[in-house]
């Protein structure tokens, strides 16, 4: 299975449409972007606008991966740093692969693309990501060069009694 990935591809209504249900398929999934399941596409829908809109005004930017098909299964949002004192890294938030999709290698394939979109832009020296400890996912950062830098104990209330940590990641060009 291939993945072709774009940055900043136009934003329509197929790309939104496509972005809302990999959003709502990988949350559903248990995907720790920013929800859990069950969810709807009208719950994720003000996040993916909120998103959408920091793209068109400049301050993120957008990864799209693409099957063989042209359906969208994976993507991310890389979001400029505003501190005067930090601009030379970036933010990586909302990385998603389709349920479906994962353990294929389009998860790296996402990865890969997101480090060599960062390498073109001005003066950025790194990539900085948080991640919901407890998923694996923080072993498939290190695996893509990521190193662990910090971690908030039990910053994240998945639900009561369900407490996981916000992991640090950081990856140095």
């Excluded at 790309?15 to 559903?28: C, E, H, I, K, Y």
């Excluded at 072993?139 to 916000?166: M, N, Q, W």
Aim: glycine share 14%; proline share 4%.
């Amino acid at each position: 299975m291939s993945l072709t990935c774009q940055l900043d591809p136009v934003i329509d209504d197929e790309l939104r449409d496509g972005l809302l249900a990999l959003w709502t398929d990988v949350s559903n999934a248990g995907g720790a972007v920013g929800f859990v399941p069950p969810v709807t596409a009208a719950d994720v829908r003000p996040d993916l606008d909120g998103a959408l809109a920091a793209v068109a005004a400049g301050g993120r930017r957008l990864v799209v991966g693409r099957d063989e098909d042209g359906r969208i299964t994976a993507s991310a949002f890389l979001a400029y740093n505003t501190h005067r004192l930090m601009g030379h890294w970036l933010w990586l938030h909302t990385v998603m692969v389709h349920p479906g999709r994962q353990g294929k290698g389009c998860g790296r394939t996402l990865m890969a693309a997101v480090e060599r979109a960062a390498r073109t832009f001005h003066g950025i020296e790194a990539i900085r990501l948080t991640c919901r400890g407890g998923t694996g996912v923080d072993a498939f950062y290190a695996g893509c060069g990521y190193k662990e830098v910090g971690r908030v104990p039990g910053a994240i209330r998945v639900s009561p009694g369900d407490d996981r940590d916000d992991i640090y990641m950081l990856l140095k060009f």
